[in-house]
């Protein structure tokens, strides 16, 4: 038997990168991503990671303030430690500025 307090959990987490969501973005299918991984996501493939729908709005309209979806963000500030989540937001930040430094040359 499935506990409630679990699939409330898993809910909570990102098919992507499996941590709580940081700023949980809803596409058209009704997913939810963090917002880091589902921009990372349609970068190379402009559909949804779980569904494969595809994904008809510029990244900039997807990934915007408008698309997070504030219920359940507030449901994982209320379940999460909130200092947690605003390290390893900044770690993620960190860690993307210093990825964009980077020139790749074929």
Do not use: G, W
């Amino acid at each position: 038997m499935v506990k409630i307090d679990e699939v409330e959990e898993n809910d909570m987490k990102c098919p992507l990168c499996m941590e709580f969501m940081i700023k949980p973005i809803s596409l058209p299918c009704t997913h939810n991503f963090c917002t880091y991984c589902l921009e990372t996501s349609l970068i190379y493939n402009p559909s949804c990671p779980l569904c494969r729908k595809e994904v008809n709005e510029s990244l900039n309209n997807i990934i915007s303030e408008k698309n997070i979806n504030k219920a359940l963000q507030e449901k994982i500030a209320t379940s999460c430690d909130s200092e947690m989540l605003k390290n390893r937001e900044e770690m993620i930040l960190k860690e993307r500025s210093k990825s964009r430094n980077l020139i790749i040359e074929y």
